[in-house]
């Protein structure tokens, strides 16, 4: 399926606050995203990847965006691709650091709320990823 099927996107302001909705695909655990080499850890060829497939809905989604510098608030919402048990804490840092990569935001640093929930089970699996920028 290509990247731009995931994605749907809005960009709001709720509330007096400016948000965005994007639609990513599922990601790759923490411990498939990051690999340890002799000289430190590296980003895995799956995490390359699944930045390559985050920036390309970033690229088509937010043309006009500038990156947010003040504190955010971010919530996901995981669908599984399957019934299988999984920690939705491993996702994570896939999708933060991925967004970071492409500049949506300038560091995870900036979020003082992060939410992640369970939602339904649905081939392949995605994540909606709600950020809002405090006023």
Same mark, same amino acid.
């Given at each position: 399926?290509?990247?731009?099927?995931?994605?749907?996107?809005?960009?709001?302001?709720?509330?007096?606050?400016?948000?965005?909705? /994007? =639609? /990513? @695909?599922? @990601? @790759? =655990?923490?411990?498939?995203?990051?690999?340890?080499?002799?000289?430190?850890?590296?980003?895995?060829?799956?995490?390359?990847?699944?930045?390559?497939?985050?920036?390309?809905?970033?690229?088509?989604?937010?043309?006009?965006?500038? =990156?947010?510098?003040?504190?955010?608030?971010?919530?996901? =919402?995981?669908?599984? #691709?399957?019934?299988?048990?999984?920690?939705?804490?491993?996702?994570?840092?896939?999708?933060?650091?991925?967004?970071?990569?492409?500049?949506?935001?300038?560091?995870?640093?900036?979020?003082?709320?992060?939410?992640?929930?369970?939602?339904?089970?649905?081939? @392949?699996?995605?994540?909606?990823?709600?950020?809002?920028?405090? #006023?």
């Amino acid at each position: 399926m290509s990247t731009s099927s995931y994605s749907r996107m809005g960009k709001a302001n709720i509330n007096g606050q400016d948000c965005c909705r /994007l =639609t /990513l @695909p599922y @990601p @790759p =655990t923490v411990n498939h995203y990051w690999r340890k080499h002799q000289d430190g850890m590296h980003v895995s060829a799956k995490g390359k990847a699944y930045r390559g497939n985050v920036e390309a809905v970033v690229f088509d989604e937010l043309r006009g965006w500038e =990156t947010l510098k003040r504190r955010l608030r971010v919530q996901i =919402t995981v669908t599984m #691709p399957d019934r299988r048990q999984r920690d939705l804490d491993n996702l994570l840092k896939a999708i933060l650091d991925s967004l970071e990569h492409c500049r949506v935001f300038e560091n995870d640093s900036q979020i003082d709320y992060l939410s992640i929930e369970r939602g339904a089970v649905e081939k @392949p699996g995605h994540v909606v990823v709600v950020i809002t920028q405090d #006023p």
